[in-house]
């Protein structure tokens, strides 16, 4: 299992904005595949998964969470 964890996207971030999940709860993601988009104190920048599987939302779009909080698992398929 892997964490999706709220990444540091500029300097100054603090937090991030989810501004929309781009899959739905328990999809299958690939690696590399736009899983949402997250808004920053500067853009509106869109973050891909890093690893493959099944992705567990913990985090609903339009809250405001600061970096390195876990907001989303990924599972292997089995």
């Known amino acids: 299992m892997a964490?999706?964890?709220m990444p540091?996207?500029?300097d100054?971030?603090?937090?991030?904005?989810?501004?929309q999940w781009l899959v739905t709860d328990n999809s299958y993601v690939t690696r590399g595949q736009e899983i949402m988009?997250?808004?920053t104190d500067k853009a509106?920048?869109?973050y891909e998964a890093e690893s493959e599987g099944i992705i567990n939302i913990l985090v609903a779009a339009g809250e405001n969470v600061a970096i390195g909080?876990?907001?989303?698992?990924?599972t292997e398929k089995s």
């Open 37 to 39: 988009q997250i808004e």
């Open 3 to 5: 964490d999706v964890e």
């Open 44 to 46: 509106l920048m869109t």
């Open 69 to 74: 909080v876990v907001i989303a698992t990924i």
């Open 12 to 19: 100054n971030m603090t937090e991030g904005y989810i501004e």
């Open 8 to 10: 540091r996207m500029s």
